[in-house]
């Protein structure tokens, strides 16, 4: 089944801890039994790979159900039901949510501005939290949806500058990426259309020293001309002939699956990267893109307060 959402794990918190203290990594194991997840569900990691989404997904809930002062905080990561979730489970509802969280004054106050100006949070969250996503979730979410459109806009400023200005972009991705020592002596090594280059539009030392080098190729073509298998190939032959051990095919468009297969299976190494992941290595190492805005999130530090 798909992992829960933390809504749905709200009535379940609840009652694990209807007997008495537990520790939220108790609760965490035994909801994972009661929900038949998988070993794959119970390690699925969040998109910041720091902690499971089900983990994640329990503690939110936990988290809710003291805002609206059902459980109570005892300890480090432990807490117990309060008075009023004894009541709540004496006549327990068929699911406990937001809606449900809400008849209570504590939760209702922490839901609306203070009187310090504290922010409400917005119909579009709310929203997305009756789908079942969490507030870490909904960031992501947020997140990932600026970076898909900061990548669409890389694509189509590089499609519509001189073709210039893409062998520029990828002397200064790779040299963001640790290749070629600097930018100057990258931009020396990496020349791209040379003619007469025998196939190969560019090398690019793998380390500071040149002990190794990578062999590149960089294709700037529309959306819709992918790379076919008979490209590799010929990149393949250039390779050859330049006694050559690694290659990168660097293209704005994309390649077709023939293409892909025919790169795994040849015997020398070539890396295939599309325009797409050509746009999130560079909003990866802040190559035409800067940062805009800092956003720090900050949890309760339980050391502080034991």
Known sequence: MAIPDFQTLMLPVLKASANGEVHISEVVNRLAIEFGLTDAERVELLPSRRQATFDNRIHWAKSYLGKAGL??????????????????????????????LEQFPEFALFRKPNEAGAPTPSAKVKAVEKTGSTPDELIREAHAGLEAELSQEILQRIQAAPPAFFERIVVQLLVAMGYGGSTGQAGEALVIGRSGDGGIDGVIDQDALGLDRVYVQAKRYADGNIVGAGAIRDFFGALDGFKAAKGLFVTTSGFSASAKQTAESLSKRIVLIDGPQLARLMIRYDVGCRIEETLYIKKIDEDFFE
């Open 71 to 100: 459980v109570e905080m005892t300890g480090r990561g432990r807490f117990q039901i309060s008075e009023r979730g004894r009541k709540v489970l004496a006549r327990p509802p068929k699911i406990i949510n937001i809606k449900f």
